[in-house]
Nanobody, 115 residues
């Protein structure tokens, strides 16, 4: 099964920024509703942000004003710009269609925000 490949995660200090990228293998970003999820240690994956095929965007309340989801249709890429990072943003970030299909989860990319 072809799955997305996420990248861009890193160790960053509080207040820092990261840009996550996703090669959306197995998806077509402007045909599918696409989303970023994250898994915080010991918890279930949570929806962070999504963009619909028509371009409507929404975010979980905890990241509003700090994160920006975008896509590049020609390259079939999905992005997540993350600013003013907080320790609570630490986790593994995944891109996938929304709603997700279990067979399409990729490996994710680790984001660690330190004090």
């Amino acid at each position: 099964q072809v799955r997305p490949v996420e990248s861009g995660g890193a160790l960053v200090r509080v207040g820092g920024s990261l840009r996550l990228s996703c090669e959306a293998f197995g998806h077509i970003v402007n045909w599918n509703d696409m989303a970023w999820y994250r898994r915080v240690s010991g918890l279930e994956r949570e929806l962070v942000a999504y963009i619909t095929a028509s371009g409507m965007i929404n975010y979980v309340d905890s990241v509003k004003g700090r994160f920006t989801i975008s896509r590049e249709d020609a390259e079939n890429m999905l992005y997540l710009q993350m600013n003013n990072l907080k320790p609570a943003d630490t986790g593994v970030y995944f891109c996938i269609r929304r709603p997700p299909l279990d067979a399409l989860w990729g490996q994710g990319t680790q984001v660690t925000v330190s004090q």
